[in-house]
Every structure is written in C-alpha cells, then in structure tokens.
C-alpha cells in the first residue's frame, strides 16, 4: 500500500553550514523509492557557474549569488515556486527555497538553523577543506552579498507574499529565513541527521 502525506512537496532552507544539503540526501534516500524526487539549487547554480566561467571549480568556498545577474536568478527562484505550484513529490533545497514557497498549499516548508555559530563554522571548515578564517570569511560575505542582491530583487514578492498576509509586519527588515515564514523549524546544533529526518518524515506521513 502506497504512504499518504500530508504535503506534495517539500522545501528545505538554511544558511551555510545549518544541514540543508544532508537534509536533502537524507529525505531523497528515504524517499526516492515512494516516488520523491531531490534537486538542490545550489548543486544547479554551481554547475551553471562552472559552465559559463563565472566559478573556478578548483575553488573550495562556495560561490556568492552575485556572480549570476537578476534575470537568471530570477527564473531560477521562479522555476521552483512553479515546480511546488503545479508539481507532485518534489524535495527542493535552495536559499530561498522556503520563500519562493510562500502561500503555496501543499508544501511543507523547512527552516534549517544551527544555534551555534562554531558548529556550523567547523562543518564548512570539514566540508570545504578551508581554514577557519577562510570559513568565517566564506559565510559573512556570501550571506552578506546574496541577501542584498535578494531584498532589491524580491522587496516586491516580500510585500506581496508576507507583508500584505500578516506574517511579519511593515517595520520588519527583509529576512528571507524567519521562523514565521516555515512550517517546521529544526536546530540541528541540538538535532542530529537521523532525527532532523524523522521530524520531517512524521511531519509529512499521515499516521
């Protein structure tokens, strides 16, 4: 007998270093004999980058948002917000995955956070093969770079999609990883893989 859920699809966000990706692998071996299917909108972003020579791939950081212009973004973020809108059975981890969800029924929509800044430096230290300079640097200047490309592309959507449906006031400054914008919220300073993933399984599975 095939499982019943309680949402269509899925989206996992995070900032750098707080488990999205290991999420996303975890959910995509579990569910991908149900049917699931994963993408990563950073593992797409980074092979586009790669191919038009905006990325050194020998490079171990990650890159910034910054390398890519409006438009490309633009149908990228879009792309997803179409897939969870007219698709089934989707798992789509990104940035601004959860955002581009906003007031769609169906999807379940992640927040992966690490409340302990050391935890997550020492994860892209192992992940990336940098020194811890090299990490702390990695993680202040991309978010930096990519949520002031995003509030200038997105202050509309924001209004439209948060603002105007009371979820987060006039005053409040653009935050594309608030609490209030996800259905689930998981620590995973406090939370290993294992766990982060059954609380996203019971979420889903209708008992």
């Given amino acids: 007998m ?23 692998k975890e959910l995509r071996d579990r ?10 909108g950073g593992e797409f972003m980074r092979a586009y ?19 890519y212009n409006d438009e490309f ?21 990104s940035w601004l995955s959860g955002f581009m969800a906003q007031n769609i029924p169906g999807t379940l929509k992640v927040l992966m956070t690490c409340s302990d800044d050391a935890v997550r430096i020492d994860r892209i230290v192992n992940r990336d093969g940098v020194d811890v300079m090299e990490a702390k640097e990695s993680i202040h200047n991309r978010y930096q770079g990519n949520l002031a490309k995003w509030q200038r592309m997105y202050s509309k959507e924001w209004q439209e999609w948060v ?3 009371g979820k987060v ?7 594309f990883w608030r609490d209030e914008l996800y259905d689930l ?7 290993n893989k294992e766990k982060t993933l059954q ?3 019971d979420a889903i599975e209708k008992k």
């Fill in 169 to 175: 006031s006039q005053t409040e400054p653009i935050d």
């Fill in 31 to 40: 569910l991908n004999p149900e049917g699931w299917s994963g993408f990563s």
């Fill in 73 to 93: 973004d633009r149908q990228v973020d879009y792309g997803m917000r179409e897939k969870v809108a007219d698709q089934e059975n989707w798992i789509i981890e």
């Fill in 199 to 201: 609380m996203v399984l």
């Fill in 185 to 191: 919220v998981i620590d995973t300073f406090s939370n």
């Fill in 163 to 165: 603002v105007a449906t």
């Fill in 2 to 24: 095939a499982m019943q859920y309680n949402y269509k699809n899925i989206t996992i966000s995070g900032l750098p270093g707080c488990g999205s990706t290991t999420l996303l």
């Fill in 49 to 67: 980058a790669i191919e038009k020579g905006l990325f050194n791939p020998d490079q171990s950081a990650h890159h910034s948002a910054s390398v």
